[in-house]
Structure formats: C-alpha cells, structure tokens
C-alpha cells in the first residue's frame, strides 16, 4: 500500500487525514523492469533500442556488452542511425534481410559484416524485432547482436579441413568432386578439354611394411610435392585415398602434350627420394581419361580412368595408359566374372581334375596334380588362367583355396586305399597366404580328411617367396610334415637368394622350358642348368608339359625324377583317376619289358 497523511483542523478539533492505495500491480512493474534492466546489462550479447525517425531507426538505449563487442560507449551511440554506428555494407545479403524486417516491422535474422570502432571488420550475429503499443503500432526496435567471428572461422577451418587432405595438404576426395564439376562446366563454356588422371603408386605396401607407416607417410608428402611442382596453374592434384592420386589437366587437345607431361610427372615421382637416410625409388601407375571423348561427366571419367590405370597395373606397372571402350568392355567383362565367381562356389560350379606324375626312375605314377576347373553355365568350363586373377583381386581365392585344399584332401584319402603312397600336389596363391591363415586351414583340413601331411604338396609360385611374410608359414608348414615345390621355375624372379632363404622340397620345371627341348639348346641349357642346381641343393625335380617322347629322353637322360604332361595322360575326374593310374602304370611296365 502506498499511504499519505497531512494534519487538518475538522469541526473545530485538530485531524489527520489519510489516505491508502493499493500499488502492487505498479511494484510489480517497477520489479520487473529493474530485473530486465539488470538482465540487459548482464548479458553477453550486445542490445540496442531505437526509436524509428525520419533518419531511419536512432538507437534510444545501448547495453554494456555493446561497449565490449564494438568498442563505442553507449552514450556515443545514442541518437546514432543504427546502420551508421555499426558500419555494415549495404550490398551483403544479410544487410537486406534486417532492412526489410525493420521496414515491414516484423523480426528479421542475418548474419552481417560489421566494424569495431578502431576500423577492425568482425561478423555481427543480429535479430532485430519490433516493439508494439497498446493502439498496435511498432514504437520501438530491440536489435540483439553477438560477436560471431569465431565461430565463423572455426566453421570456416572445418570447411577447409572436410576438403583437405591432413596429411600431404592437397584437395581431398570431396574437394575433387567439386573441381571436377566447375572445370567440367568451364569446358563445356569455353570448348576446352580436361583430362582426369588416377595415379597408383607401385608396391607401396612394400614400403609400409619394410620401413613403417611413419616412412609411407614420408613418401607420400614428397610424391605430393613433385606432383604439384610439376603441374600449370590451370591444374589441380588432388589426394584421392590411400597411395592414390588424381590429377585434372585443363585446357588442351593434344594427345601428345598430355602424355609428355604425364611422362614427366612419372620421371619426377620415379627419381631417387631419401626417407630415413634409405634411398627409395618409388615408381607410378597411371590412368587417363578426358573430356570431351571418354566421357561428359564427373563419374565417368573417374570410372574410365580407373579402368585405364587396371590396365596399366596388368601389363606390368610403372606406365601410363590411356582410356580406351575396349577397356570398358573388359571392365565389363571382370565385373561379370567377379559377380559369376561369388556365386561359383555355392551352386557347386568348382571341379578338381587330377594329372598324374611319373616316376623317371621307377616308372611309375607317384603322385596326381589337382588342376582346378570352372564348370561356369555360361562360357562352359574355365581353366585357372581366365578367373583366377580375377578371384585374386576380389579376395574371392581364399574361400576358393580353402575348397580346393579340402576337396583334394578327401578324394586323395579315398584313392589311397588302392594307392597308399600316392602324393597329391596343389597350388597355393600368394593371396591365399597375404589374407587367411593358411597353416591352421592345412592343419584343420589334414586332421578332418586323416590324411598323412607326407602325402600332400603345395606348390608356390617364386613371387611368393618374394614375401618376407610369407617364409614363416612356409616353414610352419613345413614343420607339419607337407611338403613344398616351387611351381613354374625359371620363368619368375628365379632369385638364388629367396631358394637360399627357403629350401623347397621340389622344384617344377615350367614348360616353355620344355617345349624347347629339341628345338632350341638355349632351354635345353636351361634345363640342365634346373635339374643341376635342385639336385645340387637337395631338392627333387619334375617337369611339366612333357608331350613327346623326345623330351621324356632327354628329362631322363639328365636325371629329372618326375615327368608331367600329355605324354602319359591328361587331366581327369577324382571317379576316373584310380583306372587312369592303373593304365599308365601297366603302360610303363609294358614299355620296361618290351625294351628290356
């Protein structure tokens, strides 16, 4: 109650008259603005009130983090235009959006380029929003601002970071895609020619695993750097993943020019690059494929070129193939194969046909080779050379492998009641040791058929041994009583030093070699040579793709122990290779009695 009094004479006699009104509701008021007043002048973001004039809307009332955020006073901005102590362009976007909200008295949000009071530029974070009488007439404006600067560059690092790549500082994956579509549309505007470039690294892993990730994170700094140093202004190298890089080159028709600057670009990758006082010599696979010809958008000409880089890697790496539609079709084509393939094993499709191998000495069958075969429903049977490689990029070889061990197992223990000794011979691909445990499935496999280890042979091409990691499981395995030959022999890296670090129990000879017996004394010299070395070094002999008996003489003559080929039989079924064994055996010693 707010109570007032004054004395009076009444009737003669002295008084006192009072009066009491209720003011809560105006105390409430009165609170309530204090508490806002105070709320105002606590908050971290800047207030301004105005009043709208005939010179636009003058600031009325000006908190004190306005002082903190632009460095007026708030008496300085008193009876100021707002746009003019705040100093904002008038042609950024957000300055329209306030503009039209304080014209239409409505609220408006935007985000504004501002000046402090010593000239610095910072972004101004504003709504602005009417005030209404009672009579529905805007009087007022409350502008809230906030210092966005941080925040805008923060967002603007993670802008730059989501589309750079951390490690080399080139565009990333997602800033290529962008360049790609702006370079696309500027040649189509300009009728110029882009070409788009995948580059591979070759045997990078090897660097990784000899040297460390540190080492392969050195080396791809530095292939950046040479990339970049080797490239126009109207270019751009980018990080794709991993060892892979892509490179866009704008603006010619030259066939010619593009491949001398790829050319050089491979010359400055391949020279010699130092990491951790190791000189390395790191060499590149590339791809390209250009606009307007392979293709007229982003997606397919990363595809095409991909496609060109497949074919550069296949025909031996370190080289630079353009796109061809060939390559599609057979791109194509490995994509059915690959899709065929998954499904192979689980329809059954797989077989195992057996060859035999002669004894030179006793003359007799002492062992079968499991050859692999693809009943495929649409293209017939396939032999190892036209899906194999396919199997082995996919990862696909290992289940296959796995089948193939543990088929060869069961049916050679179920021929092995006729012919206890018979050895079963099968290739192992050097994937099969890169991405399974291919001791443990040997041994799991062993037990579940009880087939004696003595009894089955792995063959290895030498580019396994050529794996560091591969030579523990190869003695592992061979700790396990299974035999080891080295398949193809003479037409691989043939290098004395791997032999030396693994021993082989066979060595095979590979049948180009044989095929010259006859016809040519350099691979007769070879062979000899072949047969020398492996008995020199303890380890047995066996030739492959003999066909005539001439070269079954001569095998024999220089002490090859066993012979391979279509001299004496060709590949059949595990059902008919029990009798296929019985009639080359009773042909051999048909053969020992007729000459003596």
Known sequence: MQVSFHFLSYAGRDACFATAVEVTEHESAKRELHLRGRALDATLNAVLITEPTVQGDVVIYANPAFERITGYRPSEAIGKEIRCILGWERDQAGATVIRDALMANTEGAALLHSYRRDGTLFWNQMHVAPVFNDDGKATHRICVFSDASELVRSQELLRQQAAQDALTLLPNRLALNIAVEQMLERARTESQSLSLVFVDLDNFKDVNDTLGHSAGDLVLQKVASRLSGGLHDTDVVTRYGGDEFVILLYGTRETAFVERTLEDLRASISAPLVVYDTTLQIEASMGVASYPQDGADAETLLRNADTALYRAKSEGRDRVRRFEPALARASAERLSLAGRLRNALHRNEFELLYQPKVSVTARCVMGVEALLRWRDPAHGVLGPNEFVRQAEDSGLIVPIGEWVIEQACRQAKQLFGCFPDLRVSL??????????????????????????????????????????????????????????????????????????????????????????????????????????????????????????????????????????????????????????????????QAAYEAHG
């Open 427 to 588: 290739n192992v691909s050097p994937v099969q040791f890169a991405r399974s445990d291919l001791p443990a499935t040997i041994a799991r496999v062993l037990r579940g058929s009880r087939l004696r280890p003595d009894l089955l042979e792995i063959e290895i091409t030498e580019s396994a041994l050529m794996d560091p990691s591969t030579l523990p499981l190869l003695h592992t395995i061979r700790e396990m009583g299974v035999t080891v030959a080295i398949d193809d022999f003479g037409v691989g890296y043939s290098s004395l030093a791997y032999i030396r670090h693994f021993m082989a129990d066979t060595l095979k000879i590979d049948m180009s070699f044989i095929r010259g017996i006859g016809r040519s004394s350099r691979d007769e010299a070879i062979v000899k040579a072949i047969l020398l070395l492996g008995h020199t070094l303890g380890m047995k002999v066996v030739a492959e793709g003999v066909e005539t008996v001439m070269q079954r003489d001569f095998l024999a003559q220089h002490g090859c122990d066993e012979i391979q080929g279509y001299l004496y039989a060709r590949p059949t079924s595990s059902a008919e290779i029990g009798q296929l064994i019985r009639t080359v055996n009773a042909d051999l």
